[in-house]
């Protein structure tokens, strides 16, 4: 991954292939923003004004690069956009910081190093250009080949020039202070575990399966210090675990449950995670239509977000137990298949008419929901791809949340946002329960088609253990990206959840969630 510094040095002074600077949309046109001064000098006082006339607006995300001017030892000036300039005495939003990191260090791939001279007022703001800057020089290249036949993944390296942005120096950053020290290497850990995530999420079906992602878990947890319990087809057999045995039946890769678990000796409070992840959904018997599976290898963004939370509270060291659990299974049609009309006998003892094999997150993540309230936790946050419905609700951009106590709902909303992630409170309409009930069984898989992903959120709900807080991240429109990239956000998996789990993991042990 791209390295990070922190530094004093100037805009003017620091040795870099590039220098990074900030401009926004004032009401006059372009506005140079702080940290941008020394670069502003050197041409003159006159930035604002060559950049308007190569057409610069100050727009979010808008790059342009320009040459150096005398004074500068970098010899590429490359001013990003902010968006609007803030009203006279407020400062930029960090997550206006983040996306204009990001979009920089994208457009800086090749390049070995860069300073980002973008507004760092303290500590935070400086994490934020650390995350964008991060975050947004991600590349998957696995799988890319040079035009000689041979990839990333035979052992040859891919072309220079697309090759993430090496190095990124924030300046007005301090690195002898202890706070912004802290920041920095907490932004390295995080971007690195989203980075995780986003690589499993990208990989394809055919080297990723429930066995080997468990792999990834059981290495993580070697490397880090984790404890790891991965139940196999025999043990979820033995142990009643008809949701996740259902799903993968018709699969020649079998199911997985993967409890992978952070514990700190002087912590009083546990988090459990629990994470949907089917490596491939083809919908199974009731299968997918052409142009709905093609990108469903991101079915694991759930498990992927909760695998990646887990390791980055482990490396942060938070004082707080977070449990991952991680529901894996391969959704194929064949001759062993579940078909529509089956009965599940579930993990805790309930049965569930199987009205849509499509409707199969539900299915794994009911079985490990069960398991997670057996250890009586102090919450439980799932995180799913799990309805086109969320999708059509709140668009590409925005994860639902649902719950079972409204305060913990609203506090996850609030995290949300503070971190960078879009999101929205749903509610759970109790009236949408009966359209579940089962003339066969204690419940059924599918109920009314609209308000789906609420269905979905009340069916889950029927698996937490008594008692227990908990909540519900809809994440099937934030979790894979089929658009052009902006901000920090890259084509394909985009690791979504992962800063709202890690957030929420250090509110608990600070004690801030009651």
């Known amino acids: 991954m791209t390295a990070l510094t922190l530094s004093t040095s100037s805009a003017a002074t620091v040795r870099a ?95 070995k190093k860069a300073g980002f001279a973008l507004p760092v007022e303290d500590a935070e703001a400086a994490a934020a250009v650390s995350e964008g800057a991060l975050l947004g020089a991600y590349a998957f290249t696995t799988y890319r080949s040079n035009g000689n036949g041979k990839n990333a ?61 468990a792999a990834h878990a059981q290495a993580a ?145 009911a079985d490990a929901l069960t398991r997670a309230s057996e250890e009586t936790p102090d919450a439980i946050v799932d995180v799913a791809t799990l309805t086109g419905a969320m999708v059509l609700a709140l668009g590409h951009r925005h994860f639902g949340i649902m719950s079972n106590d409204d305060a913990f709902r609203t506090s996850i909303h609030e995290i949300a946002e503070e971190v960078g992630e879009q999101s929205w409170p749903m509610p759970m309409p109790v009236h949408l329960r009966k359209g579940m009930d089962s003339p066969v069984a204690d419940i059924a898989n599918m109920g009314e088609r609209m308000g789906g992903g609420l269905v979905a959120g009340l069916f889950l709900k029927e698996f937490v253990g008594e008692g227990i807080t908990w909540a519900h991240l809809d994440i099937a429109g934030p979790a894979f990206h089929e658009g052009a990239p902006w901000g920090y956000t890259p084509k394909g998996g985009t690791g979504s959840a992962v800063r709202t789990l890690v957030r929420l993991a250090e509110r608990t042990a600070a004690g801030d969630l009651g």
């Not at 046109?29 to 001064?37: I, K, R």
């Not at 005398?70 to 803030?86: I, N, Q, R, S, W």
């Not at 699969?251 to 490596?279: F, Q």
Request: net charge neutral.
């Open 153 to 213: 993944k035979g052992g040859k390296k891919n072309d220079a020039k697309s090759a993430p942005l090496g190095e990124a120096t924030i300046l007005g950053g301090k690195p002898r202070d202890k706070e912004f020290k802290a920041a920095a290497e907490r932004s390295v850990a995080l971007a690195e575990e989203i980075n995780r995530a986003r690589d499993l999420i990208n990989t394809p079906s055919n080297d990723l399966d429930p066995k080997s992602f």
């Open 221 to 365: 947890a070697k490397e880090f210090g984790l404890k790891v319990e991965v139940l196999d087809e025999k043990a979820l057999k033995k142990g009643g675990y008809g949701g996740l045995m259902g799903v993968g039946q018709g699969s020649e890769t079998p199911p997985r449950l993967v409890r992978i678990a952070h514990t700190h000796p002087k912590a009083d409070r546990t988090l459990a995670l629990v994470g949907k992840g089917i490596t491939y959904d083809s919908g199974g018997i009731s299968l997918k239509p052409a142009g709905h599976n093609e990108t469903m290898k991101c079915d694991m963004s759930g498990a992927a977000a909760v695998f990646a939370a887990v390791v980055a509270a482990a490396r942060l060291g938070l004082q707080v137990n977070v449990t991952g659990w991680l529901a894996l299974a391969e959704n194929m049609p064949s001759g062993s298949a579940t078909r529509p009309g089956d009965v599940l006998t579930m993990y805790s003892g309930k049965t569930v008419e199987v009205l849509n094999t499509d409707a199969e997150g539900r299915l794994v993540l």
């Open 17 to 111: 292939d590039a220098v990074v600077v900030g401009v926004a949309k004032g009401a006059k046109g372009v506005v140079v923003a702080p940290g941008a001064e020394a670069v502003d000098k050197a041409f003159g006082g006159k930035l604002a004004a060559v950049l308007e006339t190569l057409g610069a607006s100050g727009a979010e995300g808008e790059v342009t690069k320009l040459p150096a001017a005398d004074g500068l030892k970098a010899p590429v000036v490359l001013a990003v956009g902010l968006g609007d300039a803030p009203a006279k005495g407020d400062g930029y939003d960090n997550e206006a910081l983040r996306r204009a990191a990001g979009s920089a260090a994208r457009a800086l791939s090749g390049t």
